[in-house]
């Protein structure tokens, strides 16, 4: 997969490192049970914890609503993983 920038690959992985984390704090099934689930497609999920794919702000929606988290949170866990120089949103 070509990146745009580095800051999208640092963005891309921050993001799939931190829905794997979430996922495996929120529930202790596999991915495809976890996916399932939550009617979410097993394989987009997968690409996207492993960061193969940018997924789109539904698909992101309804990972932390599996979650158990606002969209929000979820942006503000992101941000914060990725330090402070680098914004997604502002407060």
């Given amino acids: 997969m070509q ?3 580095e800051n999208s690959k640092k963005l891309i992985k921050a993001l799939g490192k931190l829905i794997r984390t979430e996922r495996k704090n929120a529930s202790d099934k596999s991915l495809t ?6 009617d979410l497609n097993p394989g987009n999920l ?5 960061s193969q794919i940018e997924p789109k702000i539904t698909m992101l929606w309804r990972i932390a609503e599996a979650l158990n988290l606002p969209l929000s949170k979820l942006i ?12 997604i949103i502002d407060d």
Avoid at 33 to 38: G, I, M, T
Avoid at 46 to 50: A, D, H, L, P, R
């Fill in 3 to 5: 990146w745009k920038n």
């Fill in 46 to 50: 997968c690409k996207i914890e492993n």
């Fill in 76 to 87: 503000k866990k992101l941000e914060n993983e990725l330090g402070k120089d680098f914004k």
């Fill in 33 to 38: 049970l976890f996916a399932y689930e939550f």
